[in-house]
């Protein structure tokens, strides 16, 4: 949170606004925070399989660039510049992630806008045909995004991450 406090002071002092007495009360929890979960929810259930390894990447998102922090701020008042010079490290922290723990590969090889074929028998889950689909296979069209697959995925088991716990809340005494 001290990385938000700080950026958050800097937003407010390069737009010429005054901080506050204490510059902790614009931190999150001070105003919107994000939504509490359902009382019947809150119990720590431990997370296994699949969420078990969900709670894991988003805990290297946050631990590493800050996204869910970044995800609960509310920038609608930050000016685009301020945003994006606030996102590069969100971006460096959250690609470091992926190139560390993911090995990700393009579903079909190619450049955006490039006329591709899709044969018979193709993945639906790998492909996502849009438009006017009319037929049967093999289609032609136009490539919009060349998707993504995992073709490596090696997560670390992280304590804590067991418990559904991303990012640990941090308490200064003192």
Do not use: K, S
């Given at each position: 949170m001290r990385w938000w406090l700080a950026l958050r002071?800097?937003?407010r002092v390069l737009r010429g606004r005054a901080l506050p007495a204490d510059p902790r009360l614009l931190l999150p929890a001070a105003g919107a925070a994000p939504p509490a979960a359902p009382a019947d929810r809150q119990a720590e259930a431990p997370a296994t399989g699949r969420a078990a390894g969900a709670v894991e990447l988003l805990r290297l998102l946050q631990r590493e660039g800050r996204l869910v922090d970044f995800l609960w701020e509310d920038i609608d008042a930050y000016t685009d510049e301020?945003?994006?010079a606030a996102v590069r490290g969100?971006?460096?922290g959250c690609r470091r992630v992926l190139e560390r723990y993911l090995a990700l590969?393009?579903?079909i090889d190619g450049e955006e806008g490039a006329m591709v074929t899709i044969e018979q028998g193709f993945d639906p889950r790998a492909?996502?045909?849009t438009g006017e689909v009319r037929g049967v296979p093999p289609f032609r069209g136009t490539l919009r995004h060349p998707g993504w697959r995992a073709s490596r995925i090696e997560l670390p088991e992280l304590p804590g991450g067991a418990c559904g716990i991303v990012a640990p809340a941090e308490v200064e005494i003192g």
């Open positions: 002071c800097f937003f301020q945003v994006g969100v971006h460096r590969q393009p579903v492909i996502e045909l």
